[in-house]
């Protein structure tokens, strides 16, 4: 069964700070890994998306790695802001999109 | 562009009730995705339609669960009858056939008494 865990499941921090999120995902056979973020009461914006033959992707201050052979990937957040508050979610996608329980981050003044 | 468009936006109704969710894609999109979100199983592909046909229902949790599309710019998603642990949000996205990024609606809120 095709499985994508997320750590942490919180995350609250100061604002400045350099976060690092991570994903696993079971499944090596995967087309690509995307990462979405969802506000409260919000549907998911597509965040990066990183094909099965790149190892990062990157825009502004977010940086997306992928390594497929460990079954990982990460999301970097550089110099966080409270405008970052939101959940995380990663997907991996065989044939379909398989998505992380994500990572609510709050980041405060 | 108007994004995807769900209706309604907030549902409210007793168990046994007819339930039916709206979803409008983006002009032009080829596929479209229906999702649930609960607190107990995250995010769910229900159903998802490419070129209007049906190509993967193995989401749909019951026989209770429909899907339609019959034209490119309108699918429904029916509950009936409807029961409490059908309480979540319904998400639908669409997809164009030269991009694997699904952009989402912003959901349905259902809450079945």
């Known amino acids: 069964k095709q499985e994508v865990t997320q750590i942490p499941a919180a995350l609250s921090v100061p604002e400045g700070e350099n976060l690092v999120l991570n994903c696993s995902f079971t499944?090596?056979?995967?087309?690509?890994l995307q990462w979405f973020r969802q506000d409260p009461g919000k549907g998911l914006t597509s965040l990066l998306l990183i094909q099965s033959s790149q190892r990062e992707q990157t825009s502004g201050r977010l940086n997306a790695s992928l390594d497929k052979s460990s079954g990982r990937s990460t999301l970097y957040i550089a110099a966080s802001q409270p405008g970052d508050s939101a959940t995380y979610l990663c997907?991996?996608?065989?044939?379909?999109?398989?998505f992380g329980t994500g990572t609510r981050l709050q980041v405060f003044p | 562009d108007a994004g995807v468009i769900q209706s309604p936006r907030h549902e409210v109704t007793e168990m046994g009730q007819e339930v039916t969710l709206r979803c409008k894609p983006i002009?032009?999109?080829?596929?479209l995705f229906w999702y649930r979100q609960t607190m107990m199983r995250g995010l769910e592909l229900l159903i998802y339609f490419n070129n209007n046909v049906p190509i993967d229902d193995s989401g749909m949790p019951e026989d209770r669960f429909s899907a339609k599309m019959p034209n490119a710019s309108f699918s429904t998603l029916k509950i009936q009858p409807s029961e409490p642990r059908d309480s979540a949000v319904y998400f639908c996205?669409?997809?164009?056939?030269?991009?694997?990024?699904?952009?989402f609606g912003p959901g349905t809120r259902l809450t079945v008494l």
């Open positions: 997907a991996e996608n065989t044939d379909k999109l398989i």
């Open positions: 499944d090596s056979a995967i087309y690509n």
């Open positions: 002009s032009g999109h080829n596929s």
């Open positions: 996205a669409s997809r164009g056939s030269r991009t694997d990024t699904q952009y």
